[in-house]
């Protein structure tokens, strides 16, 4: 059968290849060129190599606990049972993830997990070493890549999908198929600071969203808690603190423990938190402090961490650096079943567009590449199998973009630009939200939604789509009264849903 994967990350990749290797006519269609995009940049690892003491029911456990309650058993258990085979793949494709001394994996422990399980690339450049040997495996088996091609919409047939709608080169054209696979990435880019590259505007959530596919947990954006401070945004691995870096306010006290037990390797959501609190405080950025590493472990463990700072003027080895949360990565997005199908036939959807479930409220570290190269492998196995009824007869979404907004935006609101929507979720629909500012939110962008204009350049269907999705997700976390995980209503009461992990999961697993 005809197939469009769209997006060249893990997900896409991994899904493109299965789907070529399994005899299907596979096209990659990418909005920049193969392999651009989140995975290039992840210096974190895949997760899910056990070692003494370790097992796939306690990696299962920590990501029921990390996800608040909200995960998806079922889901998880597909995660840990199908990680092994997909890190073994991922070797014999070519990854040279690092090894200790005796040659077996070397394992990092990283927040929120209760083991070291994690296995690196490079040190720091696991998602490069990833990108560069599936973009490789592509262009050994010749699957065909449209580049600097864009999204603008999927195109259907009936009830259906069939085909994709690009922008390439200032001409738009249809490109037929009998399945598509969204492989887009996620939307850092409705906030003002992210770590996510340039082309991270939500493209295939809102194109999902326009083809009436269902969207769920748009709420639950994850904060990544080490941000550099300083310069252009760029991310400080969590792995240097599952060395043993602290966190340290403006006294040098370390007062990640005010917020939870475990501290610096809390929870992401937990630690962003406390982060952003503190530096309200104190007037000023909080540090991260991992001078007792040495600059021989911190060059060796973290190059490309290393380079990075002692090109911007930084001696990590000597002195602790300004950090701050950033938008990193989005556990909502297109529903899925547990093989990627969506609620709109013909459709799939993986990697960080989709909402497979596994992340529930708030993602445990290190599972985005190993869910990105499971449910991948699993979309390309499930291509000609038939689309279940349960699907076709869900609700198109929960989010209600037309919900009456009791708020009115004051008068001295920004004309619409990109800048200022970012700064507006930045602040109303960030890290501590309250209803009146998500009120206030969805009141602004109503009415720059009702002023905007039919897009025709790339830029302007980006903001398109990320003024679509800027309302759809502070619409979700309106509706999301009460605070959980990654979505966190200061006016609010915290659920109890961190304190139940469903046990049945650790029975299966």
Known sequence: ???????????????????????????????????????????????????????PSAHAADTLVAGAGLSDPDAVRVL?????????????????????????????????????????????????????????C?????????????????????DAVRGVRVLRDGVVSD??????????????????????????????????????????????????????????????????????????????????????????LAPRDVVSRAIARRAATQGAPVRLDATMLGAATLARRFPTIDRVMRERGFDWAKDPVPVTPAAHYLMGGVVTDLEGRTS?????????????????????????????????????????????????????????????????????????????LQQLMWEEVGLLRTGDGLARALAVLKEWDAAHTAPTTVAEHEDANLLLLARATSAAALARTVSVGAHHRVDTAMTDAASRTPSSILETV
């Open 80 to 136: 840990v049972s199908d990680g092994a085979a997909r890190i073994a793949e991922l070797i014999a494709r070519g990854v040279g993830f690092d090894r200790a001394d005796d040659g077996s994996l070397r394992l990092g422990r990283e927040a929120a997990h209760s083991h070291a399980r994690i296995a690196h690339a490079g040190g720091d450049a696991t998602g490069a070493a990833i990108s560069t040997a599936l973009v490789e």
């Open 344 to 420: 709109v036939p013909g459709l799939f959807a993986v990697g960080e567009v989709a909402r497979t479930g596994v992340h529930g409220a708030n993602r445990l570290a290190s599972n985005s590449l190993l869910e990105g190269a499971v449910f991948g492998a699993r979309a390309a196995a499930a291509l000609t199998a038939p689309w279940p009824a349960a699907l076709r007869a869900r609700d198109r979404t929960d989010i209600d973009l037309d919900r009456d907004i009791a708020a009115s935006a004051s008068r001295t609101e920004p004309a619409f630009t990109r800048a200022a």
């Open 138 to 158: 592509a262009r050994r088996l010749r699957i065909p890549v449209l580049t600097e091609a864009f999204l603008v919409d999927l195109v259907g047939e009936g």
């Open 175 to 264: 490109l037929p198929a009998d399945a598509v696979i969204l492989a887009t990435g996620g939307a850092g880019h409705l906030y003002a600071h992210t770590t996510n590259p340039s082309g991270a505007t939500g493209d295939g959530i809102a194109a999902a969203l326009r083809a009436g596919a269902a969207v769920a947990d748009l709420e639950f954006v994850q904060f990544h808690p080490t941000v550099l401070a300083s310069g252009s945004a760029f991310l400080i691995s969590e792995a240097v603190r599952g060395e043993g870096a602290t966190l340290l306010d403006d006294q040098g006290r370390r007062f990640a423990f005010d917020s939870h037990p475990d501290g610096e």
């Open 1 to 55: 059968m005809k197939v469009i994967v769209v997006g060249s990350g893990i997900a896409g990749l991994t899904a493109a290849l299965h789907s070529h290797e399994s005899g299907h006519d596979v096209t990659i269609v990418t909005k920049g060129d193969l392999g651009d995009g989140c995975t290039a940049l992840a210096q974190g690892g895949v997760a899910g190599v056990y070692g003494p003491g370790d097992s």
